[in-house]
């Protein structure tokens, strides 16, 4: 697996925010997937290749935390989460079995051209944890 270093700035961001998050709630925590070529009839998008995306373990995770998860981060995030291609609605945490439990995080695929000024307009938007 590659190491965080490489994965987009604006994904570290998030990756904080998740990492905070866990220690608030007393969930754990275990990135499973950085970057990487997709999985042969699982992936269903080129997020990880792109360094947009993280998957981490929901091992230990009830149900109503995943699901709460999911749509706090999804809330939070919605002005730099991927569009997803089923709904085309901004998606940033994705709750799916593939290869184990677990969740996919994803960012826009337009926020490495953007301005500064553009970008800081997107994370000024951002519900930040506290």
């Given at each position: 697996m590659v190491g965080m270093a490489f994965i987009h700035p604006v994904l570290q961001i998030v990756h904080a925010?998740?990492?905070l998050y866990c220690y608030?709630?007393?969930l754990p925590y275990d990135i499973t997937r950085t970057i990487g070529k997709g999985i042969p009839g699982i992936s269903t998008s080129t997020t990880h290749e792109e360094?947009?995306?993280i998957d981490f373990s929901v091992?230990?995770?009830?149900?109503?935390?995943?699901?709460?998860?999911?749509?706090e981060f999804n809330d939070r995030f919605k002005?730099?989460?991927a569009i997803s291609a089923k709904s085309k609605v901004p998606v940033l945490a994705v709750d799916h079995k593939g290869t184990g439990w677990h969740i996919h995080i994803?960012?826009?695929?337009d926020i490495p051209t953007m301005s500064n000024e553009e970008l800081n307009k997107l994370l000024r938007r951002?519900?930040?944890l506290n």
């Open positions: 925010q998740i990492i608030m709630n007393n360094a947009r995306a091992r230990g995770w009830t149900d109503k935390q995943r699901d709460n998860f999911v749509k002005s730099i989460a994803q960012i826009r695929r951002v519900k930040w």
